[in-house]
Each structure stands twice: as C-alpha cells, then as structure tokens.
C-alpha cells in the first residue's frame, strides 16, 4: 500500500482548507515563538496526550474542548511550558482559546492549545495575546513552515512532512509538524505534533488511527528517558478533499499515510534529541509478540550506556543484550543473536546470546555513520518492533546543565 | 538503636576470624584485579543477585554454591565480567572456585565467584589461577583494604567501612566493602557488595536481614538507569564473636548495623557514580506508602533532566516535579512540596505544585555544593523513603564512549 503514497512539498498546509503562521511574540529572544493552524472549515479532531501525571494547563483545556471531537484551530506557543503554574495556568490556556477564537471567528471550544518550553513560569499574556492576532494576519497557505518553525525549543532544524494518497476517489493528503529534542521517551516526552488532513473521515476513526499510529511512532522514541507534561500529539480532518466515505481497506490505506507521516516525524525528532550526533533504529525481530519486541527495542534505545557506546563508536555489543536482559521481556538470553548495520555495512556481533569474532575496525566504520541500525533476533516468535533513539553526546549534558538559565 | 553502632578501623577484615588479599593478576594493566576474601570457619552465608535476565556466569555458579547457605571464601576478579561467554563461562567460574578451595583447603563449594569488567570476552584463566595462588599466600588480617581496591572498574576510590555494636552479650563487627560505578541502578546495577560479620546467627535470620537491607539501601542507588548482568551482595557470617543467640531486639539491633554500613556504601557508590561530581540525596516523605516513596524518590534521582540541571547547578525543579509525575506513583501533583537543601542551605521551591519566589543566587550556592538533598513532601500519608545519586556530566558520556576501547 505504501506504494501510492506520495511525498510533496508544504508541510501542515499542503491539505486543502488549511492556513497557518508562525510569529515572533516575544517569548524567545528573537525566534518565531507562537504558532496558529487553521482549517477554513471545522474539522473532525483526535488527540493523544502524556501519560505524566502533572499535566500542563493546556493540555487539560484541549482535553476539554476535544470532548467535541471537532476544531477549528490549533494555536501553540514555544519559550514556555505552562505547566505547574496552577490556576492562573489554566486561565491563561483558556485565554488563549478565546483570544484565538475571537480573531478567527469560531467557538473558544474549538480551539486546540499548546504549550512548550520552560516548567513554572506563568505565560506572559499580553505578549501570548499579541502574538496570536499578529499571527492571525499572517495566515497563509504558504504559512506551514513558519509554523513549523515557531513551535521549535532545543529543536536544530524543522520538522515537517506532507505525503497524498489516492482514497475514495479523491486524492487525499495528510501532513504533520512537530518538535522534539529533549524529554522525549515512550508516552510522548516533551514532543508535539501537530497533523492536518483534508480527508473526510468520522472522529472515532480518525480516533482509532492516530492511537495505532502514535503507539507504533511517537511511543517508541526515545531521547533521555524522561516523559513530559505537555506532549500531545493532534489531528483535524476537515474532508475538504471530497473523498467518498471510507471502505476497510481505505481505512487501511489512510493509516499507513498516516503512519509515513508520523514515523518520519519519529525519526527527525530522534535524530535531533538534545545534543545528538547520530540516529540509533534499533529492529527487534521473532519476539514472542510485539509487546515485548516493543520494550526489548525501547530498553536498547533508551540505555545511556549502549547511547554512550554509540557515541563513542564502540561496538560494546555487551551492553546490548545487557538492556535486553533487564528491559523486562521475558527473553532467552542464550538465543538472541545482534547485529549492527549502517551504510558502512553489516556485522553480526553475537550469535545465541555468545561473542562471534568481529573485525574491529570494520565495527568502528559501521559506528562512525550517522545512522545505525542495532537489530536484535531473538529467536522467540514472528514478532517484531523498531524503536528510535539517538547518542548520549557531552552536548545532551550541556544543554541541560543550563537550560533555564 | 543506632547510637550503640561505632565505626572501626579495619575494613572487611575487621571481623574476627577474616583474612583477606588483594593482588595484579593481569587482567587490567597495573592495577590490582583479583580480591580473595577467607573465613577461618565455616560461615552462614547469603546473597541477592541482579535482576538481568542475563545473569554472568558467576552469579549462576555462586548461586549453586550457596544453596548450602555456608561459605568460607570469596574469590573476585575485576577487569572482566565473564558474562556473555556460554559454557565455557560457566567452567571458567567453577574453575575459579576449584583452585580457590584447594589453595584454602575447603570445598569448591564453600566459594563465591563474581566478576566484574567487561562483557562477552572469555576469562584469562591462566592469570586468574596464578592470581588466586598469589592471593591466598597474602592473606591476612590487614588485607582487607587490598581487596578493596582489587575489586574496582571505574571507581575512583576504594569503599569500605566496619561498624561494631553490641550484641547477645558480645561485641559484634560488620564490615564491606563494594565497587559501584557505571551501570548501578535499583536492582543492583553492576555493583558488588561483600559483606563479613562475626556475629554468630541462623542463616535463615542473615539472609531475610540482607534482603530488607539491600532493598533499602543498595537497590535506592541510581547512576544511569542500567542494570548489570554481574551484580550481587554476598555477606558471610562466621560467629567468631561467640555472641549468644539472638532475641527479637538483637536481631533489629543487627539489621541496624547492616543497614549502617550498607546505606555508607550505598552513598559512596552514588557519589562515586562515573563521571559524577556530585551526591544527589532524594528525600520522599508523606507519600501513601513505602513502595510509592521509593518509585517516587528513584524516580527523580534517576531522571537524566535533573541529573543535568543539578551538574549545572541549575534550579530547575519543574523537572523533579515532571519525574515525580511521571514515576508511575498515584502522587497529586497540587500537593507537592519540593525542597533544596546543601551545606550552603535550604530553599523551598514549589509549595502545593506550584512555583514560589526564591533567590536565584541562593539555589545556585546550595547546589553547587557537592553533597545535595532534593526533598519532595507528598502531602499524602506517612511513609518515607530515600534514594541516592549523582549528576550527569561530560566525563559520564567520556568514560563510556570509550569503556571498552
């Protein structure tokens, strides 16, 4: 099915009836800091949130909103997380909503809204709110990168992805912006997404899509191990692609855009965790079913001491099957055989859980690339799992040595 | 109870009837790698063992051993873990034992292996035999430090201590010394704690008081969040100090002194975390129950965010409160106090969730300092818990970037 999906270029508003922007508000100092998202129409919405039990403001706003399952915007600043800020938190969010609403001309209850950056701050409001209505000036098909570029922290480049793809009858496209880098891990850390589609679809199967996609992307990234309070991930389908309703099998074909938009997301945002030097795939292959295939992948990807190894070009291959061992899967460490592979080529490291002989240097110039797939058999069962991740680099501790200040 | 504990001079050799040694046998370049630790008796023993599903063969031949619950000796290399090294792992750890016994006179049996270093490349046994050969002929009652150093990776300094109490109408000594550094974790991340005492008790009692200690102590010490495929605490118990059998309140005065000398080691494998420059005590109090205390504190300690910031020196409590959260503990975040506290003071930083005014200048002199208690007050019940450990820094990412290399 993958073959007739299409890349094409403008990002968020490459789908029809879509407009976006990206300000400076004043909230960074001198980068685009807040984003706005607009449908012309309003648009089927689904959303997936952290599982943190210290939720941002705005996130408990959208929650309430979404109960619609209908949006007419998603509005996102950057600089500045809104979160642990109490009442005031979720007053300024719903603030936000309503300022937003008022200068596109749509129900407060259909706006989406995002916060992203530093923990225990309130928003500074008056610039939040100028910044929303020099936004709304700016809308514009072409506007998708701005967006892209406004919802961006520790983040080094954009993150933007649009593909089309033939479904009942029409040409159908589906595109998604996000932002990553630090605190990214399973159940979302620190990550948003922001994705439009002009397909027409009900909101309980676009629902159902974005949760099979999102656990098989965004939930198997894995940066620094530590979760967020404010990721989410969100889409609108505002149907303006006139498709006719959805077969079983145009479900099926949706998904897997779906999933190419948000798997090259996954793998941007991996590549780009703080201070990063290399994007790490690590392939669990014959697990005994995909749960565990997804956290024997996840363990590897997230061990500081295998992202250490990379960074170094060490082929401690060791340290592998160590994070499988403790990643709590019920492996059978004498049958797990691992291999590294990158554009340098392949080299089997470990054959039934024991050493093979390896060239050493040819294990360095594999380690060396940029990117590396680590691949676990584990001679279990059928099921496999990829999970993405990157190096641990002197820069990651950098970075967050002196975040805030 | 802990005002009757002294601290002693002496190390693991402070018990009476212990010798031990500490010699080069090869593995590493110059420094000593092979620790020989000898009961003059027959000693109750007991151990805990790593929770890695890949467990080095000398856990699995210990293990064997120790179904006995007697021991005499224990006989340890650094420099190589043999793990990962199949069957022929499996022979090389009996052998150890084989030569150990019949250099002692004992049973093979009656020994402990362990190894720790690195994975996947088979045992010397050649060095390793003339080593334990030189080792038995340097035993002695002043070689306890020896073995100290020889059971050393990464650690920058030796780590022992001795307590005496009194106990069932006699003195008692315990004593241990442990080698931490990479890789420590809750569940024992490669860390070996050997532990000597002369009381006189069932091993039944020493065994259910090594666990409840180890779950405490040992287990509440993060570095970098991986578990090892080595680690174990072994303690032997020779009843040389010829105590009478023990009440209800000797055996809590026991678990007292073993906690004592344990928590003294737990904290110096944390300060001594690789690459560390600094000791991060978590305090958790008024959580709803032990275990939630203990998910909570390890939580934070083993968050690479706040691990950073406090390398920094950076107040960034939105991210102890972000690990909180997401600790997999049922906490209230709208409850939660959150401390910082050091030599150079104390600050309040959030109060019910939210942030509270405090000075910049004061939370970046509390933490530079290089011992730092974070604490977090639930507001949810009574029980507390403590976890250990250190900041991530650029010499963490150095030393494993090239650990094998």
């Avoid at 309980?204 to 530590?226: I, S």
Wanted: aromatic share 4%; proline share 3%.
């Amino acid at each position: 099915m993958t073959g007739d999906i299409q890349k094409v270029d403008g990002g968020i508003t490459a789908p029809q009836g879509f407009v976006a922007a990206g300000v400076h508000a004043g909230l960074k100092k001198e980068k685009k800091d807040l984003a706005l998202i607009v449908s012309e129409v309003p648009a089927a919405a689904a959303a997936v949130y952290t599982r943190n039990r210290v939720k941002a403001a705005p996130l408990i706003v959208t929650k309430e909103h979404l109960k619609t399952g209908i949006a007419r915007a998603i509005v996102c600043n950057s600089g500045n997380a809104n979160a642990c800020t109490g009442e005031r938190g979720y007053r300024d969010a719903r603030e936000m909503a309503a300022i937003t609403a008022e200068a596109i001309g749509c129900e407060p209850w259909q706006v989406v809204v995002a916060s992203t950056g530093v923990i225990g701050v309130p928003l500074p409001m008056n610039k939040i709110s100028a910044g929303i209505r020099a936004a709304v000036e700016k809308l514009a098909v072409d506007g998708g990168s701005d967006a892209a570029a406004a919802i961006m922290t520790t983040d080094t480049r954009k993150k933007e992805i649009a593909v089309q793809l033939p479904l009942g009858g029409a040409t159908v496209t589906i595109a998604g912006i996000a932002k990553g880098s630090g605190m990214i891990h399973p159940n979302m850390g620190t990550m948003l997404c922001f994705l439009t589609t002009d397909a027409a679809m009900e909101q309980h199967d676009l629902d159902q899509a974005l949760r099979a996609v999102v656990d098989r992307t965004f939930n198997m990234v894995t940066v620094d191990g530590d979760t967020s309070t404010n990721d989410m991930a969100v889409i609108l389908a505002n149907g303006c692609a006139g498709n006719a309703p959805l077969t079983i099998e145009d479900h099926a074909a949706f998904r897997a855009g779906l999933e190419y938009v948000c798997r090259h997301l996954a793998r941007l945002i991996a590549r780009d965790g703080e201070g990063a030097t290399k994007l790490i795939t690590v392939e669990v292959r014959r697990a005994a079913s995909e749960a565990e295939a997804r956290i024997v992948a996840r363990a590897v990807a997230g061990s500081n001491l295998v992202k250490s190894a990379i960074f170094g070009a060490d082929a401690n291959w060791g340290r592998i099957l160590c994070a499988a061992g403790y990643s709590g899967a019920e492996i059978d460490p004498e049958r797990v055989d691992i291999y590294l592979e990158s554009r340098a080529g392949c080299e089997q490291m470990a054959m039934d859980g024991e050493p093979l002989p390896f060239s050493e240097e040819k294990a360095a110039a594999i380690l060396r690339e940029e990117e590396i797939t680590i691949t676990l058999d584990l001679n279990q069962g059928t099921a496999t799992a990829t999970a993405w991740g990157c190096d641990l680099t002197y820069d990651y501790v950098k970075i967050n040595a002196s975040y805030r200040t």
